[in-house]
T-cell receptor
């Protein structure tokens, strides 16, 4: 069974440029999460989807970040415009449902903003 | 509010020795779950073990066991017979089960290095 797929694995952009990350969860997983992981820290939840509905986006900086999960499968996280402080690893995870014990994580996208 | 504390930023252990990674937590919710994840240098978070707050016995998964002390609010991870491949970052995490948000929060991690 394929795991959570993320692309790109690495992205380098200049500040004020837009950037987008893509995630394909494990087939059949209804719940999808986007996390932000700063260097030397644990992941922090940005947004959680139940199918196509964003049920928890309280930590998503909505002035520059947006996300979508059309058709309840793949998801895209966008930053526009990117700032220096956005340099981090963006992790996507999925689980069968919110109450599912195990979240399966993708390899992450490492973003560097110059 | 939920909080996870990992006080060991880094640890060095000799191969084949057992190691304990500390984790303390704080929550006002009586129903919660505790997790441990491993993050090797490749970056992927790997689920290791889970303990429910009402579970009577400590969770075990192969060489991993969780030393759950509810009164002390601690959930230490014990790795027996450590191997070189255990070198990685380890994160403790918690989720309040009854919360509608069902948000998982992570600690700051412990970097474990196994010496040959």
């Amino acid at each position: 069974e394929a795991g959570v797929v993320q692309s790109p694995r690495y992205k380098i952009i200049e500040k004020k440029q837009p950037v987008a990350f893509w995630c394909n969860p494990i087939s059949g997983h209804n719940t999808l999460y986007w996390y932000l992981q700063n260097l030397g820290q644990g992941p922090e939840l940005l947004i959680r989807y139940e199918n196509e509905e964003a049920v928890d986006d309280s930590q998503l900086p909505k002035d520059r970040f947006s996300a979508e999960r059309l058709k309840g499968v793949d998801s895209t996280l966008k930053i526009q415009p990117a700032e220096l402080g956005d340099s981090a690893v963006y992790l996507c995870a999925s689980s069968l449902r919110t109450s599912g014990i195990e979240q399966f994580f993708g390899p992450g996208t490492r973003l560097t903003v110059l | 509010a939920q909080k996870i504390t990992q006080t060991q930023p880094g640890m060095f252990v000799q191969e084949k020795e057992a190691v304990t990674l500390d984790c303390t937590y704080d929550t006002s919710d009586p129903s919660y779950g505790l997790f441990w994840y491993k993050q090797p240098s490749s970056g992927e978070m790997i689920f290791l073990i889970y303990q429910g707050s009402y579970d009577q016995q400590n969770a075990t998964e192969g060489r991993y066991s969780l030393n759950f002390q509810k009164a002390r609010k601690s959930a230490n991870l014990v790795i027996s017979a450590s191997q070189l491949g255990d070198s990685a970052m380890y994160f403790c995490a918690m989720r309040e089960v009854d919360s509608s948000a069902s948000k998982i929060i992570f600690g700051s991690g412990t970097r474990l290095s196994i010496r040959p």
